[in-house]
């Protein structure tokens, strides 16, 4: 079956640093997201790319969070530089069409 | 702006009971509503999706139905095993660029 591919699953980073993640969509997902989830939380969406162009970054702290999708498949999310507040879990989804969305296994950002 | 409320936040249960979690959204205007389950420090996986013309799905031990009008969802998970020990999380799509709301989820306990 089909999965969305994340890595790191796991990042420990100082104050300040550079920090970055990948994600591989479901192959002929034209849409992909990242959100956010604080612990205690829901996930909270960051930013939303239809094919390689972004339809909603409302969410995403641009002056220190940066995302792309170049040839509209696998994703890069980065931050920098990294804030203690940045701490949570990174999750990447896909979906055709708009639907169902199907979530690949996060990753786990320790900020210290 | 949609929001997802999901009752209890915790739940301990005896193994071999039947039980019913809770999720309410204030925008009636969703396109469908899911059902995740994650483990601790994990990603989501999707359980039971409902599309807005529906009133209920079922797949295996899990029923969830829909009430669009009163905002309401409930997720009643039958014959509780230990392994259904998990945070179920409630998430609405909703907006033109099909937006996921996520509630807070529900903390499950199962215990032998």
């Known amino acids: 079956e089909a999965e969305v591919a994340q890595s790191p699953r796991y990042k420990i980073t100082e104050k300040s640093q550079a920090v970055a993640f990948w994600c591989d969509p479901i192959s002929g997902h034209a849409t992909l997201y990242w959100y956010r989830q604080i612990l205690g939380q829901g996930p909270e969406l960051l930013v939303q790319?239809?094919?390689?162009?972004?339809?909603?970054d409302s969410q995403l702290p641009k002056d220190r969070f940066s995302a792309e999708r170049l040839k509209g498949v696998d994703s890069t999310l980065k931050i920098q530089p990294a804030e203690l507040g940045d701490s949570a879990m990174y999750l990447c989804?896909?979906?055709?069409?708009?639907?169902?969305?199907?979530f690949g296994p996060g990753t786990r950002l320790t900020v210290t | 702006k949609q929001e997802v409320t999901q009752i209890p936040a915790a739940l301990s249960v005896p193994e071999g009971e039947n039980l019913v979690l809770n999720c309410s959204f204030t925008?009636?205007?969703?396109?469908?509503l899911q059902w995740f389950r994650q483990d601790p420090g994990k990603g989501l996986t999707s359980l039971l999706l409902i599309q807005s013309s529906q009133r209920e799905q079922t797949s295996g031990r899990l029923n969830a139905s829909l009430d669009k009008s009163s905002g309401r969802s409930t997720l009643y998970i039958a014959a509780s095993q230990p392994g259904d020990s998990a945070t179920y999380l409630c998430?609405?799509?909703?907006?033109?660029?099909?937006?996921?709301?996520f509630g807070t989820g529900t903390q499950l306990k199962v215990e032998l």
């Open positions: 989804a896909s979906s055709h069409a708009g639907y169902e969305q199907y």
């Open positions: 925008d009636s205007a969703i396109y469908n």
């Open positions: 998430a609405v799509l909703t907006g033109g660029g099909n937006k996921l709301t």
């Open positions: 790319f239809q094919d390689e162009s972004v339809v909603d």
